[in-house]
């Protein structure tokens, strides 16, 4: 028997109301239904006081990273380019998706929740306990939990002396200009289509990222083989962790489709060189993507069913039409 339109439309109406209030503990939105990143209170990122070299493994900093987090991603990728594993270790954060949290496992300092480490290092309660976050066990104390401002520390911190400077004092205004465009248009972006509370909010930020990725793709064409020119630098680590989760997550959830990837193939090429480069496929985990993406984000997703999706490797390297 056939449910009676009034009662689709009840339940449609009670489906909506319900799903906003739940958006509203994904992110806030502003009185138009535009998903804004909340602002979050963090401590500078600061080099530690005391040497780096000549350190304990167990006195040694600790870059703290979560797989599916494309923010700790760039720090990660920083950290494997310039080949900061003698000086720097890396621990693995787990999205507890039920509890909310990060969980440390195996524990670390006593504390199995970055909440428990953050507080273990005397943060104040402003400080949201989110990944990627830089600490050093011999003060016991945060360096620094802001992505945008560990990258800059990461290509600060000592290494061998053939490795690459991300940051190029000649290149600082180009760096600075991309990284303006693509991080409200493309990196916040592609979450303010997916959390987007109706369609006009959705179609401005939708015709802002691929009005920023056509940007790209014409730069690139003109300029490449990287966003400034003929250096890989932090511009291109910023868009990198967005564009890798591309055809994992963000289109198929966020709704950030109009588009392929393979449709832009400055942008294809870019990914695939990037992806190609040593060390950095190991920072790759789409599975880990596709688990914490659809099996988090509930209002997006309530049915919690995880996608399958294509090997990464395979997906990347295929090659693009005119290629």
């Known amino acids: 028997m056939a449910i009676p339109p009034v009662l689709v439309k009840t339940a449609r109406c009670g489906w909506n109301w319900q799903w906003l209030q739940l958006m509203g503990g994904l992110g806030p939105a502003d009185h138009e239904g535009n998903y804004r990143r909340p602002a979050g209170d963090h401590p500078t990122a600061t080099l530690p006081a005391q040497p780096l070299e000549g350190r304990g493994r167990d006195h040694r900093a600790r870059l703290i990273l979560g797989r599916s987090c494309p923010w700790a991603h760039?720090?990660?990728?920083?950290?494997?380019?310039?080949?900061?594993?003698e000086s720097l270790d890396l621990l693995m954060a787990k999205a507890d998706h039920q509890g909310g949290r990060w969980q440390l496992d195996p524990p670390w300092r006593n504390c199995s929740t970055l909440l428990e480490l953050y507080r273990h290092c005397g943060s104040p309660p402003s400080h949201r306990a989110t990944v990627p976050v830089l600490v050093d066990p011999l003060e016991q104390r945060i360096l620094g939990n802001e992505s945008s401002q560990l990258v800059e520390l990461l290509n600060r911190w000592p290494a061998a002396a053939d490795a690459p400077d991300l940051a190029p004092a000649d290149l600082g205004t180009a760096i600075a200009e991309w990284?303006?465009?693509?991080?409200?248009?493309?990196?916040d972006g592609v979450y303010r289509c997916g959390f987007a509370r109706n369609q006009t909010a959705y179609n401005q930020a939708e015709s802002a990222l691929f009005a920023a990725l056509e940007e790209v793709e014409r730069s690139l064409g003109s300029?490449?083989?990287w966003l400034c020119g003929d250096r890989l630098t932090l511009a291109d680590l910023r868009l990198f962790p967005t564009l890798i989760r591309w055809e994992s997550v963000y289109a198929p959830l966020f709704g950030c489709s109009r588009k392929q990837l393979w449709q832009l193939p400055n942008i294809w090429r870019w990914r695939q060189q990037l992806?190609?480069?040593?060390?950095?496929?190991?920072?790759?985990?789409?599975?880990a993507w596709r688990q914490d993406y659809f099996g988090?984000?509930?209002?997006?997703n309530p049915g919690g069913i995880v996608p399958a999706g294509p090997e990464l490797s395979t997906l990347v390297n295929s090659g693009a039409p005119g290629s």
Do not use: Y
């Open 74 to 85: 760039r720090t990660w990728l920083v950290h494997t380019l310039r080949q900061l594993g």
């Open 179 to 187: 990284q303006e465009l693509l991080q409200g248009n493309v990196n």
């Open 223 to 225: 300029r490449g083989p």
């Open 275 to 287: 992806l190609a480069l040593p060390g950095v496929m190991a920072t790759c985990d789409a599975e």
């Open 296 to 300: 988090a984000l509930f209002p997006l």
